[in-house]
């Protein structure tokens, strides 16, 4: 099941920033997410499995865009299809909205990222130089997007 995030106590947020640790070891932090939640900045969406949260992904709106800022699931987890249920649930979230379009960039060498924005027609926009500076090193940034208006 998915759950959209749009209102957050701080266990969740905690729950949220220990989630993002084990996925990518970096967080913004538990205070943040619980802020930005809250104050509607960011909406997050959850997978649970078995009452534990598994995966998310979280956005950020930006106008009429939305950015994600986030998706992953827990590395046992992976390769059910939950990422595609979290994606799906968050377009399907925004499609009746007046949002326009969705964008998000990934590192060059993540093949499988690419592989569910290609699932979902993404398309490839932009690449920037050195995006990423932390380990495993300097690595540029593909940035894709998605048209949703109606």
């Known amino acids: 099941m998915i759950n959209v995030v749009t209102e957050c106590d ?11 640790k084990k996925i990518f070891t970096t967080s913004p932090g538990g205070d943040r997410i619980w ?6 900045d960011y909406i997050y969406w959850v ?11 979280a956005t950020r709106r930006e106008g009429d865009i939305i950015h994600i800022i986030g998706i992953g699931i827990l590395e046992k987890y992976r390769g059910r299809g939950y ?3 979290l994606m799906e649930s968050m377009i399907e979230y925004f499609l009746p909205t007046e949002i326009k379009g969705i964008y998000l960039e990934t590192r060059v060498s993540n093949k499988v990222a ?19 500076s932390e380990p495993p090193g300097p690595e540029d ?5 998605l048209n949703i208006q109606k």
Not at 13 to 19: F, V
Not at 47 to 57: A, M, P, T, V
Not at 141 to 145: G, R, S
């Open 10 to 20: 701080e266990i969740l947020a905690e729950k949220l920033d220990q989630l993002e």
């Open 47 to 57: 997978k649970k499995k078995e009452n534990k949260l598994i995966g998310y992904l």
């Open 114 to 132: 690419k592989g569910l924005y290609d699932k979902f027609n993404f398309t490839l926009i932009e690449t920037r130089k050195n995006f990423y």
């Open 141 to 145: 940034a593909h940035v894709f997007a």
């Open 83 to 85: 990422a595609s249920s």
């Open 35 to 40: 802020i930005a939640i809250n104050m509607q």
